[in-house]
């Protein structure tokens, strides 16, 4: 079965403190990692599909690399507006994407 | 362009009751999805369509029923709500096979079953 854990459930960070997200899963065949953010009473928003390890994408301060076991979005120096939740999900070629929890994350000005 | 909508956006039933939520796009995507999303849970798909007058099931379809007369729109019934279908319902379309293209969500429907 194809699992997708995200780490850490919630993060607050200072503006300006960098840090990471982790995705990792587990599924046989991996065809592609989407990461979404989610702002509260709202659908998620697109942000970055990896297709391959090694890749990364880059998008104003968020930066998604994946590996073979999981993806890291890295953070760099936070904006209050970069408050959300972050969720991860694999596609796999069977049905639709797989979504793990999310990670919610508080930049403090 | 409004991209994917949903209606209504609230709505609070009584056990036993039935109601049908609304979707609808207008990227011309050949794929739709239904999503429930609860607390600690994540997003977990319902049913889905890869076109016109085709639905197929997700993970958790119990309790619901879907359909896809036109391409535009995808419909998702509950025909008795029991209160474990109290969630937080996402609609969401794609051009391709999910792998292939992003998908783009609604604004979601907050439903109450009491």
């Known amino acids: 079965e194809d699992q997708v854990t995200q780490s850490p459930e919630a993060l607050r960070l200072q503006e300006g403190e960098s840090s990471s997200l982790n995705c990792s899963y587990t599924?046989?065949?991996?065809?592609?990692l989407f990461w979404y953010r989610q702002d509260p009473g709202k659908g998620p928003e697109f942000l970055f599909t990896l297709y391959s390890a090694g890749e990364e994408k880059e998008k104003e301060r968020l930066k998604a690399t994946l590996t073979k076991k999981e993806s890291f979005l890295h953070i760099t120096a936070p904006k209050p507006e970069d408050s959300a939740t972050y969720l991860c999900?694999?596609?796999?070629?069977?049905?639709?994407?797989?979504f793990g929890s999310g990670t919610r994350l508080q930049v403090q000005p | 362009n409004a991209g994917v909508t949903q209606t209504p956006k609230f709505r609070v039933l009584k056990t036993g009751q039935s109601m049908t939520l609304l979707c609808a796009q207008d990227m011309n995507h050949e794929y739709m999805y239904w999503y429930r999303q609860d607390p600690g849970m994540g997003l977990r798909l319902i049913h889905y369509?890869?076109?016109?007058?085709?639905?197929a099931k997700g993970e958790v379809p119990d309790g619901y029923n879907v359909s896809r007369l036109k391409k535009q729109n995808f419909l998702l019934g509950l025909e008795s709500a029991a209160p474990s279908q109290t969630s937080v319902y996402f609609c969401?379309?794609?051009?391709?096979?999910?792998?292939?293209?992003?998908?783009?969500f609604g604004p979601g429907t907050r439903l109450t079953v009491t």
């Open positions: 599924v046989s065949g991996l065809r592609g």
């Open positions: 969401a379309s794609s051009q391709q096979t999910s792998g292939r293209s992003e998908q783009y």
């Open positions: 999900a694999v596609d796999t070629g069977r049905r639709a994407l797989t």
């Open positions: 369509s890869v076109g016109e007058g085709t639905t």
